[in-house]
């Protein structure tokens, strides 16, 4: 069973919503920082929003106020509620995480699991 799989993925015209859930097989779940990153075609992969096992919420300055990144540490499960999205949210998107504190949110490489990803695409 892999340790992360994302789902939700999909096409939505800009101006709408889309909620990704990631459910992990992890022992101790609640002790990973959980993470969303995402990549555009041509473009590195880059880290949108962490969330510590506290609640502790950070997102890059490129999705600040329209999505939203939460966890259920009971049910495994991690979400990103994307709201008025964007054409340039293109991109797959990955679930990572990496026991203990959250690295910065710029940190790409120190993630020991990685889901495969779901591709969600923003038509303008």
């Known amino acids: 069973q892999a340790p992360l799989v994302e789902s939700g993925g999909g096409s939505v015209q800009a101006g709408g919503s889309l909620r990704l859930s990631c459910v992990a097989s992890?022992?101790?779940?609640?002790?990973?920082?959980m993470a969303w990153f995402r990549q555009a075609p041509g473009k590195a992969r880059e880290g949108i929003a962490i969330i510590e096992s506290t609640g502790t919420a950070n997102y890059a300055d490129s999705v600040k106020g329209r999505f939203a990144i939460s966890r259920d540490n009971a049910e495994k499960s991690l979400y990103l509620q994307m709201n008025s999205l964007k054409a340039e949210d293109t991109a797959i998107y990955y679930c990572?995480?990496?026991?203990?504190?959250?690295?910065?949110?710029?940190?790409?490489?120190?993630?020991?699991?990685w889901g495969q990803g779901t591709q969600v695409t923003v038509s303008a």
């Open positions: 992890l022992f101790r779940f609640g002790s990973y920082c």
């Open positions: 990572a995480a990496d026991w203990g504190k959250c690295p910065d949110i710029s940190v790409t490489s120190r993630y020991d699991y």
